[in-house]
């Protein structure tokens, strides 16, 4: 799936705690919307654009398992918040590089059951 399609991906606003690490460090976090093709991550100090990330976090109801996958920050902002962009906190849009199907379609019915 391309960006473009990914986009297209039914995005769900979640706050979720986010281990993820980089190359460099390791941080705890928090999420502001997901969908199987990648997450945003709060942060004031969002990696570089291109920077692989390491990520793990559970959906709610489901701790027996987490989602652990990597991806590529493809775009961040640290302006102050906005609400007309979406993003009202400073952070980075992770895309997923290699979640698998299971954890896809694990992402996916979450979604499906909070639009319910």
Not at 88 to 114: C, T, V, Y
Request: hydrophobic share 30%.
């Amino acid at each position: 799936m391309n960006r473009k399609e990914r986009r297209r991906v039914s995005r769900k606003a979640v706050r979720l705690e986010i281990y993820y690490s980089t190359p460099m460090d390791i941080f705890t976090s928090l999420s502001q919307n997901l969908n199987e093709g990648g997450i945003f991550i709060e942060t004031d100090r969002p990696a570089p654009i291109g920077t692989v990330v390491e990520i793990k976090f559970y959906l709610p109801g489901d701790h027996n398992k987490p989602i652990e996958t990597h991806g590529v920050v493809v775009w961040s902002t640290t302006s102050p918040p906005r609400k007309d962009t979406g993003h009202p906190r400073a952070g980075m849009g992770i895309e997923f590089e290699s979640l698998n199907n299971h954890d896809k379609e694990r992402i996916n019915k979450f979604i499906r059951d909070m639009k319910s």
